[in-house]
Each structure stands twice: as C-alpha cells, then as structure tokens.
C-alpha cells in the first residue's frame, strides 16, 4: 500500500483544512484549540535543557 503525503500546492493544502475545520462542530473546534494552548503553555514553561560546554 502506497501512503500519500501532504506533497501538494499550499492553497490546495491550506483549503482542505479550512474545509476540515468548517466540518467540525462548535465543541470539536473548541477542544482543538484547548490542546494547542496547553501544548504552547507547557513549551512555554518547560525547563531549558542547554548543553554543557568545557
């Protein structure tokens, strides 16, 4: 079975979300942008890992 990327013109990828998105309901849209705001705030928060240098 062959898989099939996102290897397309960026209008056509960016209309097929916006279509996605549209066929979400008010909750769905709701939790999706939930997720990304826990996901921004625990990279935001998380501890810097620097390497140590001698």
Known sequence: ???KLNHDKP???EAKR???VKSLS???RLERLMAI???SYTL???PKIYPIKK
Do not use: D, P, W
């Open 1 to 3: 079975m062959e898989t």
């Open 11 to 13: 209008e056509k990828l």
């Open 18 to 20: 916006i279509a996605e």
């Open 26 to 28: 008010y909750i769905e």
């Open 37 to 39: 705001i826990e996901l």
């Open 44 to 46: 935001k928060n998380a």
